[in-house]
């Protein structure tokens, strides 16, 4: 089947519109119409895996309709409305504990590559792309997906709203949900409030916690955490923010939430949660956070990492759907759609902090 694709073929290059070939479906496989596909910020970290004879085919989170099924794949069905999020082997010992974000396997099923017998899923003029991001790579309007990272979900939520839940939704929401979960008397700190961020905003809201400060640069946001239930919003250029986040939560924050991927933030989190707090990092960065050890110690904090919500996406996403609809997780706020022939002017706004999500059409 020939289709439409945005390719990165350089990664200090724009995406481009291009035609590719994609293939039928194998036994264990299942092709989607794309409806929708949110941009998230490991699909820009992965660009760099791009070469000028071989361009890469991102997107993990994208929502359609199945078109077909190969014949060893139980539990979806032509016609399903789907979520697609990332693969896990389902045997380890992680997946059998249901921690399928930590599965042994993960490295292997999420990167780019071909199917184990070397065949390819998307070509141009019979030259291999490179494809397989998150089992989908749904930057196309059709994608091959598996049936482990294929959610069957019963809703007529728009899918451009269903979209970020394959990966930025879940992982905000669920650290929130699935890890810090706080409970009526907490006192919540979230820093950075892009789509992860925020969608962790909305969580921490639907649990109706005692406070809830946010801290990021963009006054855009700022104001949109403010207007869905934050009871403060700092601007860490402006504020002093450790000062100002023990001011607000009363001594420090009960639980903390890092989006941001910056070793100093992260520090930041530390330092400002209470005594007995717990802090969750998200965000993929770099660096050694320079973290009081004494403070940790004395302060029996708790500083850990999560991964895509440490959800299990078949059931995770449909309680956030089924949160959605009972308005306590509005995530259509977070929620700008562009024309999958926008991807640039969308990746624009998202960097100067004007919009919180944006999601591709098809």
């Known amino acids: 089947m020939t289709t439409t694709a945005l390719l990165s073929r350089d990664p200090a290059e724009p995406f481009t519109v291009e035609a590719v070939d994609i293939d039928d479906p194998r036994a264990d496989e299942i092709l989607v119409r794309v409806q929708a596909t949110g941009i998230c910020h490991t699909d820009l970290v992965s660009r ?42 389902g045997t380890c010992r992680n997946c059998r504990a249901g921690r399928p974000a930590y599965c042994v396997r993960a490295a292997r099923l999420n990167q ?17 792309v490179q ?4 089992g989908q790579s749904s930057f196309a309007a ?31 929401a669920g650290a929130v949900l699935n890890v810090l979960r706080p409970d009526r008397d907490a006192r919540v700190a979230v820093y950075g409030a892009g789509a992860v961020g925020m969608a962790g905003v909305l969580a921490a809201v639907a649990c109706e916690v005692a406070e809830l400060v946010v801290v990021e640069p963009s006054p855009f946001r700022r104001a949109l955490a403010l207007e869905l239930g934050a009871t403060a919003a700092l601007d860490p250029a402006a504020d002093d923010i450790v000062p100002e986040i023990r001011k607000l939560t009363d001594g420090g924050a009960t639980h903390a939430l890092d989006t941001t991927g910056s070793s100093r933030v992260l520090a930041t989190a530390a330092a400002g949660a209470a005594l007995g707090g717990s802090v969750v990092a998200v965000g993929l960065g770099t660096g050694i956070p320079e973290i009081d050890l004494r403070d940790i110690v004395l302060g029996g904090k708790t500083i850990r990492g999560c991964l895509e919500g440490d959800a299990v996406p078949a059931t995770f996403i449909p309680q956030l759907l089924d949160l959605h609809a ?12 562009y024309p999958h022939t926008d991807i640039n002017a969308a990746l624009a706004q998202q960097r100067d902090g004007k919009v919180v999500k944006p999601v591709l059409t098809w």
């Open 131 to 134: 494809d397989g991001f998150f």
């Open 112 to 128: 780019f590559g071909a199917r184990a017998d070397r065949s390819f899923r998307v070509t141009i003029a019979g030259k291999p």
């Open 142 to 172: 059709y994608a091959l997906t598996t049936a482990d990272n294929t959610v069957v979900v019963d809703t007529q939520v728009d899918a451009a709203i269903l979209a970020p839940l394959g990966c930025g939704f879940l992982t905000g």
């Open 48 to 89: 760099a895996a791009g070469a000028a004879d071989r361009p890469v085919l991102l997107g993990h989170e994208g929502a359609g309709i199945v078109e077909a099924v190969g014949a060893s794949v139980t539990g979806v069905l032509p016609g399903d409305r789907v979520v697609l999020t990332f693969r896990h082997c």
């Open 326 to 337: 009972a308005g306590r997780f509005p995530i259509d706020r977070l929620v700008t759609t």
